[in-house]
Each structure stands twice: as C-alpha cells, then as structure tokens.
C-alpha cells in the first residue's frame, strides 16, 4: 500500500492558511476518491482509496507541523516501507517557490521548514520523495521577488484571489501524485517541474503551433 501524507496543523483557524498546502492537497485527493479521513491511525487522520489502481492510505498528521515526522514515521512502520521508496509522498507547503508552482523531489534539505526537519529526522533521512507547493508571492512583472513574510504569512488565511490560484494547484498536485503511481518519479518531475505557462509552451510546441 501506498502512504501518502499532507503537512498541516490542526484546527480550524488554520484551515486555509498557506501552512495547510499539503492538508489541502490530501483532502482534494480524498474528495475525488470519494472518501473522508476520519480513521485515527499513527497519529493521524487517514482514509484507504484507490487512486490510479493503487491501494493508497491517505493520512493528515494530528500532530501540529513541527512533530509531522512521529505520525509519519509510525506510519511507515505500520505499513512496512522502506525508506527511500516512493511507496512514500509527503505534500507540503514550500515559502521559496511561487503560489501557482509545484515541485516534486526525490530528496532534499528541509529549507527552514519544521514539517520537513521533522520527517527527515524522524526516518533518518533526507531521501524521501516530496511534492512541494508554492505559497510563495508571485515575482513582479520587473522580475523582482516579493518576500513573504514567513511565519505570520504562513498562519494567515489565504485571500479569496489566491485561494482561486490554489485551487488549481490543488488539482496539478493530484495529477502529479497520479503520475508518479502511473508512471514514475521521473516521468512526473518531467510533466510538473515547470511553470504552468512553460508547460503551455511546451505543448504548443509539440503540436507544432
């Protein structure tokens, strides 16, 4: 069976903060397989589905951001993966790339993000595939970077315009999970690792547009 788990903190007032990406992320999953999370397991809220033909348990951590990795790593030893494997997906929120973007890695440093630290730390490894969504600010139309302002920006409700940009990329994080089950890691870091606009370029091209 698969694991796939959404960072987030508890509680209502966090609901729709950039902080809860990867809560977002799990429950359009959900929605779409036509399951709640209401299973308490490892320290978690989880679901069992089927997505892309695979048997996937579906899990949110009851425990807040910081201690993601005690809910992640019981789960991994309930479940008996090994780790790296992408029989493990952890979606989160991710400061230094735009709102509108997603990014799928096989590995990496948890970048100041205490979700991450806490997994890494937790298996024993920074090698553990994530797909990270951007709730980063958008750069100007001169190419300068607006810089979010970190914790207070993480915890503050989304505004009604970005949750409309959200929504889309809740549904690209989906596709990305769907093609990494389908057609692996590579394949989908190929399809996802880009701008939406590179994307449309990209296939305006190949239709020789």
């Known amino acids: 069976m698969k694991l796939i ?3 987030g903190n508890p509680g209502i007032e966090y609901q729709f903060t950039p902080h809860n990406a990867g809560f ?3 429950d359009r999953i959900a929605d779409d397989c036509g399951v709640v999370l209401t299973n308490r397991r490892g320290r978690a809220l989880t ?5 892309a033909g695979e048997d996937v348990l579906l899990a949110k951590p009851e ?4 201690l993601s990795g005690l809910s992640v790593a019981a789960l991994v030893r309930e479940l008996d993966i090994a780790i790296p494997s992408t029989d493990l997906i952890v979606l989160y929120d991710e400061l230094a790339i735009p709102l509108g973007t997603i990014r799928i890695r096989e590995r990496g440093s948890a970048g100041g993000h205490n979700g991450v ?4 730390g937790a298996l024993g490894t920074e090698e553990w595939l994530r797909i990270r969504i951007g709730v980063g600010k958008p750069a100007l139309e001169d190419g300068r970077e607006i810089k979010a302002g970190g914790k207070d920006y993480l915890l503050s409700p ?4 970005e949750l409309v940009v959200l929504d889309e ?3 690209r994080a989906r596709s990305a999970v769907e093609v990494v089950l389908t057609k692996g890691v590579g394949a989908a870091m190929n399809e ?3 701008r939406p606009d590179e994307s449309e370029k990209a296939s305006e091209g190949s239709n020789g547009k």
């Not at 679901?47 to 997505?51: E, I, N, Q, T, V």
């Not at 630290?117 to 890494?120: E, L, P, V």
């Not at 989304?158 to 315009?161: G, I, L, T, V, Y």
């Open 5 to 7: 788990v959404g960072l």
């Open 47 to 51: 679901a069992k589905a089927r997505l």
């Open 24 to 26: 977002l992320a799990v």
């Open 158 to 161: 989304f505004r009604k315009q």
């Open 169 to 171: 990329v809740l549904d």
């Open 117 to 120: 630290k806490s997994i890494s």
């Open 63 to 66: 425990t807040f951001m910081n």
């Open 192 to 194: 996802f690792n880009r």
